[in-house]
T-cell receptor
């Protein structure tokens, strides 16, 4: 049974820092891995999708990597801003379902 | 244009009532899902449909009955609501496998 874990559960950093969020999964048989952002009381916004054959994806200040064999993904956020404050979720795609991690609650202090 | 839209956004109802949540996607996707986000913010799959056919029912009580009248719609009907059903319910869609999933804004259900 696939299990997805995110570390740390919560993170508070001063503005401008570079930071890394971690996601690990127990079964490497995945179709893709997707990172989402969720603001309080809101839906999920897709940030980056890494297909199983890819190693990384970049969008602006965000970079996500995927190492299927070790069951790990990292989301790197460069030059963090207060507007980055949110919960970040990773999800791995199995057969007809996405299995979510436990989330990292990020707070960037001005 | 909203890609995945759910209605209503908020739903407050008494225990024992029956309620429905509607979901529509305009992305032409084949697969739709219902997820439940509990009070600890953990997102868990409830159902997935592919081309209107139920593919996954993740041990959800049979008080929950999804219905897909066509590929663009997946509605969720809940009978005899219980306090423990209070949560945020998210609808999502994707192509069959591989490409990214898109989520609706969620329906916050409160059972009193």
């Amino acid at each position: 049974k696939q299990e997805v874990t995110q570390i740390p559960a919560a993170l508070s950093v001063p503005e401008g820092e570079n930071l890394v969020l971690n996601c690990s999964f127990t079964d490497s048989a995945i179709y893709n891995l997707q990172w989402f952002r969720q603001d309080p009381g809101k839906g999920l916004t897709s940030l980056l999708l890494i297909q199983s054959s890819q190693r990384e994806q970049t969008s602006g200040r965000l970079n996500a990597s995927l190492d299927k064999s070790s069951g790990r993904s990292t989301l790197y956020i460069a030059a963090s801003q207060p507007g980055d404050s949110a919960t970040y979720l990773c999800a791995v795609e199995g057969t007809y379902k996405y299995i979510f991690g436990t989330g990292t609650r990020l707070k960037v202090l001005a | 244009d909203t890609a995945v839209s759910q209605t209503p956004k908020y739903l407050v109802t008494q225990m024992g009532n029956d309620k429905s949540i509607k979901c529509e996607q305009n992305l032409g996707h084949d697969t739709m899902y219902w997820y439940k986000q509990d009070s600890k913010k953990f997102l868990k799959i409830m159902f997935s449909y592919n081309n209107k056919e139920l593919i996954i029912n993740e041990t959800v009580p049979n008080r929950f009955s999804p219905k897909s009248p066509d590929k663009a719609h997946l509605n969720l009907h809940i009978n005899s609501l219980e306090l423990g059903d209070s949560a945020v319910y998210f609808c999502a869609s994707s192509q069959e496998v591989g490409p990214e999933a898109f989520f609706g804004q969620g329906t916050r259900l409160t059972v009193v």
